[in-house]
């Protein structure tokens, strides 16, 4: 069975403070997403990983991919009240066939 | 292109009642995906269609539920009879099957069973 597994699941940050996010996967994939979701609002697409040792930056984040690790990280650096949301990685299994992990909740406090 | 389109955005009905949501996926997209967003399930696909073809349901919950894709640019995802763990909020993306992108999703809609 697929598992799709982030860490932390909450996560609560002091402005200015650098963080990492971790997703771990069980299948054989080269290909990765991350997504942002705000409360009550759909996902927005913020990284699309496509090969082993794919790094991609964005402003505060990057995310990464290992895939002989099957490890994906997304790290937030000097974090801002407005990176609040919830981040969910999915592994891309087939065609596009995405499966979600179960989110990171996170929190920048002042 | 506006998108990934779903209607309605939210759907209150009783238990029993037969509920039908709707979407219309980006112009030119050959995938289209449902899933179901729960706090306790979190996000779950239900079907995926390529080409208007339905490729894996295996996610489809129970036999109350059905989707349909009669053409590209249009699908459905069926409730009958609909019951209170139903709710949720239903999520449909689409995406370039082949292409070296993401698949983009809609604003989902709320279906509350009371």
């Known amino acids: 069975e697929l598992k799709v597994e982030q860490n932390p699941l909450f996560l609560s940050m002091q402005e200015g403070k650098n963080y990492t996010i971790y997703c771990n996967y069980s299948t054989t994939s080269d290909r990765l997403y991350w997504y942002r979701q705000d409360p009550g609002k759909s996902l927005e697409s913020l990284f699309v990983l496509l090969s082993n040792g794919a790094v991609k930056q964005e402003g505060r984040l990057m995310a990464s991919l290992d895939t002989k690790a099957r490890l994906s990280t997304l790290h937030i650096t000097a974090a801002v009240h407005d990176l609040s949301a919830t981040y969910f990685c999915a592994v891309d299994i087939s065609h596009n066939d995405m499966r979600f992990g179960a989110g990171t909740r996170l929190t920048v406090k002042p | 292109d506006a998108g990934v389109i779903q209607s309605p955005r939210h759907e209150v009905t009783e238990m029993g009642q037969e509920v039908t949501l709707r979407c219309k996926p980006i112009?030119?997209?050959?995938?289209l995906f449902w899933y179901r967003q729960t706090m306790m399930r979190g996000l779950e696909l239900l079907i995926y269609f390529n080409n208007n073809v339905p490729i894996d349901d295996s996610g489809m919950p129970e036999d109350r539920f059905s989707a349909k894709m009669p053409n590209a640019s249009f699908s459905t995802l069926k409730i009958q009879p609909s019951e209170p763990r139903d709710s949720a909020v239903y999520f449909c993306?689409?995406?370039?099957?082949?292409?070296?992108?993401?698949?983009?999703f809609g604003q989902g809609t709320r279906l509350t069973v009371v």
């Open positions: 993306a689409s995406s370039l099957q082949g292409a070296i992108t993401e698949a983009f």
């Open positions: 112009s030119g997209h050959n995938s």
